[in-house]
């Protein structure tokens, strides 16, 4: 089975800190994707791969960056963390539209 | 308006009933996925569809190309299947999935 790992479940962080996600997949997918989950707004994109070094905004990718130095591994970054990036965050891998398989989640607290 | 329309928002069923939750999409897709959540957990895949119906168990996922839509039928409906379903297309020549806002459904012994 293929295997998204998040690198943390829960996760708190005070406001400004630098803020890394970690996402990595095992079964060499082209396409990576970062989410953020809220109450009454569903699942939102935020940044998405589709190979090494290749990225692309999603629909709200302010106040992040990612980053894909090796196909298994795709990052998300806070680069000043904030109360309003208080969420539930979401990695998933695909390999071309052909099915997503999503990690467990990271839930971030921004104090 | 949403492009990915999901209803209902909530539903609460008895163990045992027959449950269907509707998606429909008012653009061209080239496959469409039904998602599942428990609560506080990650999100797994229960079927991507781009024509016909799909059999897992006790869950079917039938699509209508023409009429746009999809649902989500579960048979024998049982407590563990309380989660929250998520609806998401692919539109045509995108990678990235579409949402809808997903159905909380609840059963109850």
């Known amino acids: 089975d293929v295997k998204v790992t998040q690198s943390s479940r829960y996760l708190v962080k005070r406001t400004g800190e630098k803020v890394f996600l970690e996402c990595v997949q095992d079964?060499?997918?082209?396409?990576m994707f970062w989410y953020r989950q809220d109450p009454g707004l569903g699942l939102r994109l935020i940044y998405f791969s589709y190979d090494v070094k290749m990225k692309e905004k999603g629909d709200i990718p302010e106040g992040y960056s990612v980053s894909r130095e090796k196909k298994e591994r795709f990052s998300l970054i806070l680069e000043s963390a904030s109360t309003n990036q208080t969420s539930m965050y979401l990695c998933?891998?695909?390999?071309?539209?052909?099915?997503?398989?999503f990690g467990s989640g990271t839930r971030l607290t921004v104090v | 308006k949403n492009e990915v329309e999901q209803s209902p928002q909530n539903l609460t069923a008895q163990e045992g009933e027959f449950i269907t939750i509707n998606c429909s999409y008012s653009v061209g897709i080239s496959a469409l996925h039904w998602l599942q959540q428990h609560p506080g957990g990650g999100i797994v895949s229960l079927f991507m569809l781009s024509s016909g119906k799909k059999k897992h168990g006790r869950l079917i996922a039938t699509i209508n190309i023409q009429e746009k839509h999809s649902s989500l039928h579960i048979t024998a409906s049982h407590p563990r299947d309380s989660a929250v379903y998520i609806c998401a297309a692919n539109l045509f020549g995108n990678e990235k999935l579409t949402f809808g806002t997903g159905t909380r459904l609840t059963i109850i012994p």
């Open positions: 079964m060499d997918h082209e396409n």
């Open positions: 998933a891998s695909s390999p071309s539209r052909r099915g997503y398989t």
